[in-house]
Every structure is written in C-alpha cells, then in structure tokens.
C-alpha cells in the first residue's frame, strides 16, 4: 500500500490535471455542474455494480472515475469562487467529528445502534425540522424505503422484534389480496407498495440490503436466461416457438450450474 505522502501526491497529481484539462481540453471547459450530473449518477452505479460483481480491480477503476467527478465538481466550483475543493474535504472532516462526539467528545455508546440514534439526534440540533430531510427525493424507490426506514428507527420509530414485523407483512399480503379480489388497480397498487415497504422492513431486520438481493437476483435471473437463449439458439430455435416445458429444461440446467 502507498504511504500518506504518496497518497498526497497521487491526490495533488489528479488536481492538477484537473487544470490542465480545464483550460486545455474543449470538452471539460464545457462541462456544468448541471451537465456531469447524469454521468455522475450512472458511474455510481458502475461502482454499484462493480461491488455486487465483487470485482475489486473494477471497484478501483470505478472509486478513480467517481473521483474525478468529486474534483470536478469542486474545479467548477472555485471558478465561480463558492468552494473549492479544501473546502469540501474540511467541511466533511467538520461534520464527521460534530457527528461522532463518542470519539472526539465525552459521550460514551454501548453500541452501532446508540451511534445511529446520536446521529440523528444531532443532525436535528443542527437545524434540520425532519430527520427525513436527508432523504433525497431522486433515490430509486426501493433505496429511498430503505432509508427512510434506517432514519426513523434512528429516533426511536421502529418495530422491536422481527416476528412483528413478518406479521405486519402477512397482514399486508391480506389486504393485497382482497384488493384483488375487487379488481380495483388504485388501490390494488396502494397495498401493492405496503407490502414492498413491509418486505423492505424485514430485509433491514434480517440484516440484508433490499436493494443488494433484488440486484443479485436480477443479475441471477439474466445469466440464466441467456443460458437458455444459447441453448435454444445452439438448436436453431426461437424460444417464441419453444414449449414452456422445453424451456424449463434448460432453465434447469442453468441452475446447477
């Protein structure tokens, strides 16, 4: 591993062909804030991707394009003299010691979970009205679930076993299922999104990332069907013109493997 003073110098290096690049290259002068936006949102979830896939050499290719665009931003940012990029590193470095006051401060925890309710607490001394506030409205709806979930059970909000929960669940696939039997879609999709709020909340208390599983089983799903698409295809065959019970052959077969 690089010592500080080579991970200084690696960081001094990226600043400066961020300059360069800035008043050199036509395509990043032209760059806003507004316009490395959509490429920013789609290399996290490269990064995203890369970290389910557990491909660590992609996951440092993918940290340096995110870290680019942190510089990037920050570049932008001195131009119109707001913040630069000392700036944002100290006003993290702020906020992670005014946030941790069992490690720079007197306050003693018993646990992760005492740490998780001080956070909260704090955040809301520092002038937030809602601890929801952080929550930021573009999340992709399972992700932001999941959050508004963690931040309510940081104020004390929370299911105490998760036995209740699994019962609340069951009590919402109850409701589905008389949605459906009326035929009504509004309210068909209303129960719909409760029971994948009350699935979100038993993931968090079994432990597991909602958004981590549903990934692994899409990723699951692809890989198996293009097994059988080269299966089929290997037979010089359309699958519109396969059986299901055909299919589930080789779906079998993908599977085991």
């Known amino acids: ?123 809301l001394k520092e002038g937030k009205t809602s601890v929801l506030e952080g929550v930021p409205r573009s999340l992709p709806a399972v992700v932001k679930a999941s959050r508004i979930q963690e931040k309510v059970a940081g104020v004390g909000f929370d299911w105490e076993k998760p036995e209740q929960v699994f019962e609340k669940l069951q009590e919402e696939l109850g409701e589905l299922q008389h949605e459906i039997n009326t035929e009504n879609k509004d309210k068909i999709e209303a129960e719909f999104g409760d029971v994948m709020f009350s699935m979100i909340n038993y993931a968090r208390f079994l432990g597991i990332n909602p958004e981590n599983a549903l990934e692994r089983t899409n990723k699951k799903f692809i890989t198996r069907f293009q097994y059988l698409e080269g299966k089929a295809k290997g037979q010089n065959k359309a699958l519109k013109d396969m059986t299901l019970a055909e299919m589930d052959v080789f779906w079998n077969e993908a599977k085991l493997l």
């Not at 961020?18 to 490429?39: A, F, G, V, Y």
């Not at 870290?67 to 470095?93: P, R, W």
């Open 1 to 123: 591993m690089n010592s500080r003073e080579e991970q200084l110098k690696a960081f001094d290096r990226l600043l400066t062909i961020m300059e360069e690049l800035r008043e050199q290259c036509p395509w990043d002068r032209k760059q806003t804030m507004e316009s490395l936006r959509h490429l920013t949102i789609e290399e996290t979830y490269e990064l995203g991707d890369a970290i389910l896939d557990n491909d660590v050499e992609e996951v440092r290719k993918e940290l340096g394009d995110l870290l680019l665009h942190l510089v990037f931003y920050a570049k932008i940012g001195s131009e119109t003299k707001d913040f630069d990029i000392a700036d944002v590193a100290n006003g993290i470095c702020d906020k992670l010691i005014a946030r941790h006051p069992h490690i720079y401060g007197d306050v003693e925890v018993a646990d992760e979970e005492e740490v998780k309710k001080n956070w909260e607490n704090l955040k």
